[in-house]
């Protein structure tokens, strides 16, 4: 099973979205608001980034090196929380606070930011949702997605 959450995209160092192993469980990993390498195909914005980039960048060191590999934040924490809820083990605590879904892998896209005097595009959420779609596919599992991404968009007394 894959778990695909569009949100605020994830803290990919967390132990709780690892395997026994230390590995990652996220299958993909799509940043539409990092643009230092290649959006997926058939998209123009962001950058994606495999189990392999995060394997990796899990496998140095250090944090500043981590993020030089995979530049990925979850900045509001929002998106890691959410995924916590659907797919995290919580590895320092495996009685208490288990995700439901504890060994799924994991489609994570992070969404764009807002422009000046905009908001998220409802397009770039429908791509996310369809880049979701496409992953389940290669990897041939069955996806539970989770769009909790959104706003209030401002004030409501008029």
């Known amino acids: 099973m894959l778990i695909g959450i569009v949100d605020s995209g994830i803290d990919y160092e967390n132990p709780d979205f690892r395997n026994a192993d230390g590995t ?19 998209y123009n914005v962001g950058t994606e980034f495999t189990s392999q ?28 929380a959410v995924a916590g809820i659907a797919a995290g083990n919580f590895a320092e605590n495996k009685n208490d606070n288990l995700g439901i879904a504890t060994k799924s892998s994991l489609v994570i896209v992070k969404m764009a930011l807002a422009g000046e005097r905009s908001f998220p595009r409802t397009t770039q959420l429908m791509e996310a949702v369809d880049y979701m779609i496409k992953v389940a596919e290669s990897y041939k599992m069955p996806l539970a997605m989770n769009l909790s991404f959104g706003n209030s968009y401002g004030s409501h007394d008029g």
């Open 24 to 42: 990652t469980r996220i299958a993909a990993l799509w940043d539409q608001t990092v643009e230092t390498g290649l959006p997926p195909a058939g």
């Open 53 to 80: 980039q995060i394997n990796a960048a899990l496998q140095t060191a250090g944090h500043e090196e981590r993020f030089r590999l995979v530049p990925s934040r979850d900045i509001s924490g929002h998106g890691t």
